[in-house]
């Protein structure tokens, strides 16, 4: 619809230039503005017969002018196209499968794509080039348990009723952060101190209610303090 709408209301702008000073009004031109509109909107063009009417002068005229330009619906095609917007065709040989049953293994097959391009793109699991075949297992190994604590995420929310995919839960909880706060101390003795205290922000509403399904704390790591003799 979006596609249709901004095609008709080019043609429409083109239409309105012919009656217009400083605006394209040769016939060729006009012609070639409107193919170049067809091959930039292919899905809206070709339910459209699209005609540029010339002025009433020979054809070979290089000065002939664009008198008006009209359009109107492929009647049949345009129905037969629009009836079928917004829906799923999925083709499978299995015989023995419900549409319900279908549709759950389609939209299996979407998750697990899923979570391996975040694997691939938030945990750096992307393609690595090992000489070796054992790192080549372990490169592996942790693909998989990456794969299998993500699907328990998710699986645990969607029991929760949250359909949240990770990538949505992800960025709610970046905003929980641990924060390492640094600062320097001079003892009585003159000695410089470098000390460090590492601690978790408060979690936010919404992270509570995702940790709360997740049955964890709010606080998953504790407050810890390091020191460094400098």
């Known amino acids: 619809t979006r596609v249709e709408a901004l095609f008709v209301e080019r043609l429409a ?53 664009a008198v008006d330009i009209t359009w109107k619906e492929k009647t049949i095609k345009y129905d037969k196209e629009t009836s079928r917007e917004g829906s799923y065709i999925l083709r499978t040989d299995r015989m023995d499968l419900t549409d319900e049953e279908i ?15 975040s694997m691939k793109s938030c945990l750096g699991l992307r393609p ?56 320097m101390v001079k003892e009585e003795d003159g000695i410089c101190r470098q000390e460090y205290v590492r601690l978790s922000s408060n979690p936010e509403p919404e992270h509570q209610q995702i940790y709360k399904m997740l049955d964890l704390s709010g606080a998953p790591l504790p407050r810890k303090r390091l020191r460094f003799n400098q």
Do not use: C
């Open 128 to 183: 690595i080039f090992h000489q070796k075949e054992n790192r080549v297992d372990i490169h592996m190994f942790v693909s998989v348990v990456a794969y299998h604590i993500l699907h328990m995420i998710e699986s645990r929310l969607k029991a929760k009723g949250d359909n949240r995919k990770w990538s949505t839960i992800r960025k709610v909880l970046s905003t929980h952060a641990q924060l390492t706060i640094g600062y």
């Open 13 to 65: 702008y083109y239409k309105a230039g012919l009656s217009l000073p400083q605006r394209t009004k040769k016939y060729s031109r006009v012609v070639e503005l409107v193919g170049r509109l067809k091959e930039k909107y292919p899905r809206a063009a070709k339910l459209y017969e699209v005609e540029v009417i010339p002025e009433d002068k020979s054809a070979a005229s290089k000065n002939l002018r």
């Open 103 to 117: 549709w759950n293994i389609y939209i299996m097959l979407n998750r697990v794509e899923y979570a391996f391009m």
